[in-house]
């Protein structure tokens, strides 16, 4: 009997020790730099978004916030590494909407993310836009959706690819529409828009951010955005609601994310600082600047919405058919 009331003693001292230990590594986190990693190559828009809050981090936190950019296979190389790495806080990713598609798009599922991730923050979101060859004979959605409905899938346009964010996008809203487009798939959003202006097709599907630079020069037009609100840098283009659907948006979303297991009291310093960083002028003026804004909300809201995004896309992905590149 007293052996047992000194092993109880004993485990209950060590299960305090292992609780002080991880309050006192949370107080003191980070102690050394913290590794973004990025799914997309370097200069994309998550790539801008993931540098926008990782300098405000080390501003704030008093350590290095390196990203690491490692595309390929649709995102997944960079959220295998960072489930496998180790769960201490020093590993995060910087997703977007492909963490919730890709379970759904591949076969099998690569990983789960609710999982094997935990939601730390959501950072933001930039609406899909809907853009067209300056010379195409499409003035807004309205003229888009009569030409369609006329010639069934012989209106093409253009996406970064296979599964990706605009590609979903526009199989979302023309389902809404009760049209057919022809997708034609590119290696990337940058191609696609060459050949729009280019002529060889008339529509492209990017975020905002891809199309603002063309749009600017004058060589393309965005027939709507794809977002509940319109956007600070096209604010005389209508939203997708303005044009006729109420209720419908379709927007890239950012959030960082971190291995399952990583201590609470860290993830939740780290959210704490994030909110924080969201909220200063350089980062909202950055997420402006790349077509969106910024959106604190709590990590659990972060979670739902990647459930609710995996459950859209899990249906649309069966319903269209859609597969990888």
Do not use: C
């Amino acid at each position: 009997m007293i052996m047992v009331k000194h092993i109880t003693i004993a485990l209950l001292a060590a299960g305090l020790s292992i609780a002080t230990s991880a309050q006192t590594a949370a107080q003191t986190y980070p102690t050394k730099p913290v590794k973004i990693v990025v799914g997309y190559g370097a200069g994309g828009a998550v790539d801008l978004v993931a540098r926008a809050v990782g300098q405000g981090l080390q501003a704030n936190m008093g350590q290095p916030f390196v990203i690491e950019n490692k595309p390929g296979a649709g995102t997944n190389i960079a959220v295998k590494a960072v489930i496998d790495a180790p769960a201490d806080g020093y590993t995060m990713l910087m997703a977007a909407n492909a963490l919730a598609a890709n379970m759904s798009l591949y076969s099998p599922a690569p990983f789960d993310a609710e999982r094997d991730l935990v939601a730390v923050s959501l950072i933001g979101r930039v609406p899909v836009v809907i853009a067209a060859n300056v010379n195409a004979p499409y003035a807004n959605i309205a003229a888009l959706i009569s030409a369609a409905k006329g010639k069934p899938n012989t209106i093409a346009y253009g996406s970064p690819g296979n599964g990706s964010t605009p590609h979903m996008a526009i199989e979302l809203f023309a389902r809404a529409a009760g049209i057919d487009l022809q997708h034609i798939p590119y290696k990337g959003g940058s191609q696609a828009i060459t050949d729009v202006l280019g002529g060889q097709l008339p529509l492209v599907a990017v975020n905002a951010l891809e199309a603002l630079p063309q749009v600017k020069a004058g060589k393309l037009k965005v027939l709507a955005v794809l977002s509940p609100k319109r956007s600070a840098i096209f604010p005389d283009v209508p939203t997708i609601a303005e044009s006729g659907f109420a209720g419908f948006e379709a927007s890239v979303w950012y959030g960082l994310v971190a291995p399952a297991a990583t201590p609470k009291d860290v993830v939740a310093k780290l959210h704490a600082e994030v909110q924080k960083v969201l909220q200063t002028k350089d980062v909202k003026d950055r997420m402006t600047a790349a077509g969106g804004e910024a959106i604190p909300a709590s990590s659990e809201a972060f979670g739902a919405l990647i459930k609710s995004e995996r459950a859209r896309y899990a249906k649309l992905v069966k319903d269209a058919g859609i597969k990888p590149d």
